[in-house]
């Protein structure tokens, strides 16, 4: 079986700031870690992955995750939130030849100017 | 760019009524997928398929089906719509490569509402 958790249901933070978005996962095997982004009325876009390797992984719009083994961790991070970047925001996880993705419950971040 | 289009942005249907939502890709992905998206739920996957005919249930297939007759096409059907089936639907796809490691591209999702 696998899962994912994001333990906020919302993040509040500060224009300008630090923002971190956090999930945890558990999986049976090798996990493949994706954080997507969903903006009002709109579907899911794609931010970045986790295959294997370096375990600081960027992607688009600024955002990096950290992959952490020990603490099954993928959390989302940003050196300096935007107001823009307010949206609610998707863990996934999927393990290596199953097709099944598992989705978090969803986190708003909300980011005020 | 991949594009993956559905039918509807929002629908309105009555219980009992037969609902049939469309998605279709342009990018040749072998695997398609139906979400649906609850407050706090997050998203569950209804069926997926990872080929033309084959289709394979998710976490929720009840009061659902599912047909792919072509590869770009992927249609979720509510036999007999009921109220607990207002949700916003997602449809995805996803390219077989080698690896494996591909993330999905997910449509602008239809908002149903079955009163």
């Known amino acids: 079986a696998q899962s994912v958790a994001q333990p906020e249901d919302q993040v509040n933070v500060a224009e300008g700031n630090p923002l971190t978005v956090k999930c945890t996962y558990s999986v049976s095997g090798n996990p493949y870690l994706f954080w997507y982004v969903q903006y009002p009325n709109r579907g899911l876009q794609f931010l970045l992955k986790?295959?294997?390797?370096?375990?600081l992984v960027k992607g688009s719009y600024g955002f990096e995750a950290e992959f952490n083994k020990s603490q099954t961790s993928f959390h989302l991070k940003k050196p300096s939130a935007l107001v823009s970047d307010s949206a609610l925001y998707f863990c996934a996880v999927r393990v290596y030849n199953f097709n099944k993705f598992s989705f978090g419950s969803g986190t708003k971040l909300n980011v005020k100017p | 760019d991949v594009k993956v289009t559905q039918s509807s942005r929002y629908l309105v249907k009555r219980t009992g009524e037969k609902v049939f939502l469309e998605c279709v890709q342009d990018m040749d992905h072998e695997n398609m997928f139906w979400y649906r998206q609850d407050p706090g739920l997050g998203l569950r996957l209804i069926y997926f398929?990872?080929?033309?005919?084959?289709?394979e249930k998710g976490d929720i297939p009840e009061g659902y089906s599912v047909s792919r007759e072509k590869k770009e096409r992927f249609s979720l059907i509510l036999e007999s719509a009921s109220t607990n089936q207002t949700s916003m639907y997602l449809c995805?796809?996803?390219?077989?490569?080698?690896?494996?490691?591909?993330?999905?591209?997910f449509g602008p999702g239809t908002r149903l509402t079955v009163l």
């Open positions: 398929s990872y080929d033309v005919k084959m289709k």
């Open positions: 986790y295959i294997t390797g370096d375990n």
């Open positions: 995805a796809s996803r390219p077989t490569l080698a690896g494996g490691a591909n993330e999905q591209f």
